[in-house]
């Protein structure tokens, strides 16, 4: 009898651990501590049609090619596009197929190494594009700096993989409504991408006070079996993605002989 009280109580100390690992029990809604941010099942479900999702999610993966000279591989294939599901139809005459879609704000892609910067991932990027789109006072919103940021809250950030501390943590101060990614931080790792391995819904689960006001939905692995092609052949020795060949000491390249609308075709 004793030994079977023991064997029993050892599982709930390890769950109790790990739960209670930051000093916050972030299961516990009553909790300081606790955090939205928690994704689909802290929101109820997902009241986007996944494909819409998936629509958003392949124009994150165009907006590479799109940024990147046509080129459909570009090495850091992190890219990313802000959407408005709350007012459909704004500011793209595209009628009735933007009322069911959304609308496109910005887009932006991991532009680094271009711009000697080592914020621009394509989160941030996307994000900056979008604050000086919002901004502009020759642009369609023509926003305050002040109803700029308040704007974010109605935005959704679609990102080809899995934001990293730093994103997650601008997407958080950001206060979007909405953060979808595709590649998850694990299959990175799995792929030998460096990574600072510390999952979005950790992020948003560590914030407290003003931070734990706003919840953030999160979507996680949306077409993932698409963009996994985008990261295989940088660290590790996977085929190329469609529209690219594998070129001696360059890794994958668009083909010279491919004009720039076959390629993005291709995407
Ligand atoms: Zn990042």
Same mark, same amino acid.
């Given at each position: 009898?004793?030994?079977?009280?023991?064997?029993?109580?050892?599982?709930?100390?390890?769950?109790?651990?790990?739960?209670?690992?930051?000093?916050?029990? #972030?299961? !516990? +809604?009553?909790? /300081?501590?606790?955090?939205? &941010?928690?994704? $689909?099942?802290?929101?109820?479900? %997902?009241?986007?049609?996944?494909?819409?999702?998936?629509?958003?999610?392949?124009?994150?993966?165009?907006?590479?090619?799109?940024?990147?000279?046509?080129?459909?591989?570009?090495?850091?294939?992190?890219?990313?596009?802000?959407?408005?599901?709350?007012?459909?139809?704004?500011?793209?005459?595209?009628?009735?197929?933007?009322?069911?879609?959304?609308?496109?704000?910005?887009?932006?892609?991991?532009?680094?190494?271009?711009?000697?910067?080592?914020?621009?991932?394509?989160?941030?990027?996307?994000?900056?594009?979008?604050?000086?789109? #919002?901004? !502009? +006072?020759?642009? /369609?919103?023509?926003?305050? &700096?002040?109803? $700029?940021?308040?704007?974010?809250? %109605?935005?959704?950030?679609?990102?080809?993989?899995?934001?990293?501390?730093?994103?997650?943590?601008?997407?958080?101060?950001?206060?979007?409504?909405?953060?979808?990614?595709?590649?998850?931080?694990?299959?990175?790792?799995?792929?030998?991408?460096?990574?600072?391995?510390?999952?979005?819904?950790?992020?948003?689960?560590?914030?407290?006070?003003?931070?734990?006001?706003?919840?953030?939905?999160?979507?996680?692995?949306?077409?993932?079996?698409?963009?996994?092609?985008?990261?295989?052949?940088?660290?590790?020795?996977?085929?190329?993605?469609?529209?690219?060949?594998?070129?001696?000491?360059?890794?994958?390249?668009?083909?010279?002989?491919?004009?720039?609308?076959?390629?993005?075709?291709?995407?």
């Amino acid at each position: 009898m004793q030994l079977s009280l023991v064997v029993c109580a050892l599982p709930l100390l390890l769950v109790s651990s790990s739960a209670t690992s930051y000093g916050c029990d #972030l299961h !516990d +809604p009553s909790n /300081p501590c606790y955090i939205a &941010g928690g994704g $689909a099942s802290d929101l109820g479900p %997902d009241p986007v049609p996944f494909s819409t999702r998936a629509y958003w999610m392949r124009r994150a993966i165009a907006a590479l090619a799109d940024i990147n000279e046509g080129s459909p591989c570009p090495f850091a294939a992190f890219g990313s596009v802000i959407v408005n599901h709350t007012a459909p139809g704004k500011g793209t005459g595209e009628g009735d197929r933007a009322d069911q879609l959304g609308v496109e704000v910005c887009i932006g892609a991991n532009s680094l190494v271009r711009d000697g910067n080592p914020t621009l991932h394509g989160e941030i990027a996307a994000i900056n594009n979008c604050s000086r789109i #919002l901004t !502009d +006072p020759d642009g /369609p919103y023509k926003l305050s &700096g002040p109803e $700029a940021l308040q704007a974010l809250s %109605d935005l959704s950030l679609y990102t080809t993989a899995e934001a990293c501390p730093m994103c997650s943590s601008a997407i958080l101060y950001g206060g979007f409504r909405e953060y979808i990614f595709s590649t998850s931080i694990p299959t990175l790792r799995s792929l030998s991408w460096p990574q600072i391995v510390i999952r979005s819904r950790e992020i948003f689960s560590r914030s407290v006070g003003r931070l734990s006001v706003h919840r953030t939905r999160i979507i996680g692995d949306v077409l993932a079996n698409e963009t996994e092609q985008l990261f295989k052949w940088q660290y590790a020795d996977g085929e190329c993605p469609s529209g690219c060949e594998k070129k001696e000491g360059s890794g994958c390249v668009k083909p010279t002989t491919l004009n720039d609308s076959t390629g993005k075709d291709e995407l």
